[in-house]
């Protein structure tokens, strides 16, 4: 299976999200995938071993608990693939990112100005 196949699938990129704040319990990672996309504790346990068997998790026991964590230098892996493709979305993303702070200026222009919205009638 390929990176992207890995990838390709929500239910394991949603894992692969909350691994990335730390590591993780087999049951938390279930209880908030179960949660979000209504699919069941064994159906988790399936997505978590494609993770663990591409190499995007790995998991160490504790107790009875199985922890999982995330393996950056696989998707630093799949990083470095998408790369040459960068050019198509980058300078989409950079004119995103202008707008965006446009925005926030005029914004912030906008409420400091007197007789703006957030100031209280007098």
Do not use: N
Not at 21 to 34: F, M, N
């Amino acid at each position: 299976m390929h990176a992207l196949d890995v990838l390709g699938d929500p239910v394991r990129r949603r894992l692969l999200e909350l691994l990335g704040d730390g590591e993780r319990s087999a049951g938390e990672l279930a209880g908030e995938v179960h949660a979000e996309f209504g699919i069941s504790q064994p159906a988790v346990s399936q997505h978590l071993k494609v993770l663990r068997e591409h190499g995007f998790a790995s998991v160490r026991p504790e107790g009875t608990r199985r922890l999982y964590a995330l393996d950056p230098e696989t998707l630093h892996d799949a990083a470095t693939w998408f790369e040459p493709f960068r050019r198509f979305w980058q300078p989409r993303l950079d004119a995103l990112g202008t707008e965006l702070a446009r925005g926030r200026r005029r914004q912030r222009l906008d409420d400091a100005r007197p007789g703006s919205a957030d100031e209280a009638p007098r």
